[in-house]
């Protein structure tokens, strides 16, 4: 079935360092793909998506790029700031049949001033 | 204002008591969902409906049944509690039943024990 897996967390960075969280997926067909980001004390919440193959999602300075070829969604971003301290969940919907969301297991991160 | 509400936040019981978990939106979302985060931190959906009508239902054991009075609204019974039942629960909507198009809004979750 449906899968995703993320880099074993927790992750902590100093202010301004540069983020990279691993996600890859295993899917049939080309699912859509999702990064949510909870934050301390709230719900999960839409961060950015990507829908289709070389396609960049983009949102509060993260970026992620739909990597067919090596069934990637890597999240990035290039200058963290304490505010960004929060669980990052990677996502996929398949496009097929019922579209549900199957999430990888989040990933903390804290960020240091 | 709380966007998707759930109550209790923490539910600590014992094996074999019946208990229930509220969700509201406020969102005029047509569609409401209940994931299950397990041990492992993994979100898996268990029920999705959309204008009160079931429309997943990812094998979940019929110990746990969801209810929708209305679109704002879908609760979770669970009987007879067993100790796997332990996780985090959270309660999430979204306009339409798709998630690639229309984004998932969730609650803060329900953490329960059961001992």
């Known amino acids: 079935g449906d899968s995703v897996t993320q880099m074993e967390g927790p992750v902590t960075l100093s202010e301004e360092a540069f983020l990279t969280i691993n996600c890859t997926y295993t899917?049939?067909?080309?699912?859509?793909l999702f990064w949510y980001v909870q934050y301390p004390g709230e719900g999960l919440q839409l961060l950015l998506k990507a829908t289709k193959a070389d396609d960049k999602g983009s949102n509060k300075g993260f970026e992620a790029t739909y990597r067919k070829e090596t069934t990637s969604f890597h999240l990035e971003k290039g200058s963290v700031q304490v505010s960004d301290s929060a669980v990052y969940f990677c996502?996929?919907?398949?496009?097929?049949?019922?579209?549900?969301?199957?999430f990888g297991q989040g990933t903390r991160l804290t960020i240091n001033p | 204002d709380t966007a998707v509400s759930q109550t209790p936040k923490y539910l600590v019981t014992q094996m074999g008591n019946d208990k229930s978990i509220k969700c509201e939106q406020n969102l005029g979302h047509d569609t409401m969902y209940w994931y299950k985060q397990d041990s492992k931190k993994f979100l898996k959906i268990m029920f999705s409906?959309?204008?009160?009508?079931?429309?997943i239902n990812e094998t979940v054991p019929n110990r746990f049944s969801p209810k929708s009075p209305d679109k704002a609204h879908l609760n979770l019974h669970i009987n007879s509690l067993e100790l796997g039942d332990s996780a985090v629960y959270f309660c999430?909507?979204?306009?339409?039943?798709?998630?690639?198009?229309?984004?998932?809004?969730f609650g803060n979750g329900t953490r329960l024990t059961v001992t």
């Open positions: 899917a049939t067909g080309y699912p859509s």
């Open positions: 999430a909507s979204s306009q339409e039943p798709g998630p690639v198009n229309s984004p998932l809004h």
């Open positions: 409906y959309n204008n009160k009508e079931l429309i």
């Open positions: 996502a996929l919907s398949a496009i097929q049949g019922a579209q549900k969301l199957v």
